[in-house]
């Protein structure tokens, strides 16, 4: 099943998970964060205040087998649980190089996931639970819950990784979109269930109907929420299937977890053009012409000039 994860422009770090590895567990501890590296992690040598853009020394002898959290300062939002979606900026190297591999102070945009999804490495996934919004935390990440033996990119193969990571928001996400009923009158168009239970609602595509050569979106479930821009990033389940023969490429339903789409970072065309100003808490269908998806390029199970169609639910705005 092709991930619409692919259709997104995302730092290369975080594109996919490493090896599985038996969580170790985590040890917490604060230490002053320009004071030498104590207690398995490296100091912070400058940019030491949440916000800014840190640097990080080199860390020092036999790097930890397990993962380790220290919090450098604490905010006082809420805690983070699996499930929610967060933005946070974030700056990485390995334990033995002062040189960072990827940050997100430099591309002034920060990160968006939902945590618990494996959307990142592990090290994240379990790093991260259970800290407060507002702070800024230092992950050393052993490389079975980083990227293992296979490395990725200028990641070298067993490299422990280093973190800071600033977490700016966190917001708890409903199950289903909910909202009134939108008249789904036009037979020639797929007809979208409006169950509002959390589970993927059916999508019947009309078998004699030739399929539209211009962008279709249209609400199912409207709600009453803050309108989407193309700025925004915005935390969506969904369902995608081929107009041709109606089997489903991709469903976030299939895994239990959302995904969340930077607009902006979005290559789909029609995927972006057909969220772009509907309104949060909405069930939105598309159907999205060759022209606006892959064209006449093959993608995995996605024919050559195939129509899709997608039921989204758009379920918050980070």
């Given amino acids: 099943m092709r991930r619409l994860a692919g259709l997104l422009v995302v730092p290369l770090l975080l594109l996919s998970a490493a090896c599985g590895g038996d969580d170790k567990g985590s040890d917490s501890a604060s230490a002053s964060a320009s004071a030498p590296s104590k207690g398995g992690f490296p100091a912070i040598t400058a940019g030491a205040k949440f916000g800014e853009k840190p640097t990080l020394a080199k860390g020092s002898g036999t790097p930890p087998k397990e993962l380790k959290t220290n919090v450098v300062s604490e905010g006082d939002g ?3 649980k699996n499930g929610d979606a967060i933005q946070v900026n974030y700056l990485g190297q390995a334990w033995n190089s002062t040189k960072p591999f990827d940050n997100s102070f430099d591309r002034k945009q920060p990160f968006d996931l939902t945590l618990g999804a494996g959307m990142v490495i592990q090290g ?3 790093g991260l639970v259970g800290q407060k919004v507002g702070s800024r935390v230092e992950l050393v990440i052993p490389p079975d819950l980083g990227y293992g033996a296979q490395g990725q990119g200028d990641i070298k193969p067993n490299s422990t990784l280093v973190f800071v990571v ?3 928001k966190a917001k708890q996400i409903p199950a289903s979109a909910k909202g009134s009923e939108v008249a789904q009158d036009n037979v020639d168009l797929p007809k979208v269930g409006t169950n509002t239970d959390g589970k993927a609602p059916s999508v019947k595509i009309p078998s004699k109907s030739t399929p539209p050569k211009k962008l279709v979106s249209n609400y199912v479930l409207e709600s009453k929420g803050e309108v989407v821009k193309g700025t925004d990033s915005v935390v969506v389940n969904y369902v995608g299937l081929l107009w041709k023969d109606g089997k489903t490429f991709d469903s976030t339903y299939a895994t239990g977890k959302t995904q969340t789409f930077p607009l902006a970072q979005v290559t789909l065309k029609g995927l972006k053009n057909g969220l772009t100003g509907k309104k949060i808490g909405s069930r939105v269908l598309l159907v999205v012409p060759p022209d ?6 093959a993608q995995q199970s996605i024919p050559a000039n195939s129509t899709l169609v997608f039921a989204v639910d758009i379920l918050a705005k980070m």
């Fill in 78 to 80: 809420a805690k983070l």
């Fill in 124 to 126: 994240w996934d379990k």
């Fill in 166 to 168: 600033d977490i700016l």
């Fill in 292 to 297: 606006q998806a892959f064209g006449s390029k």
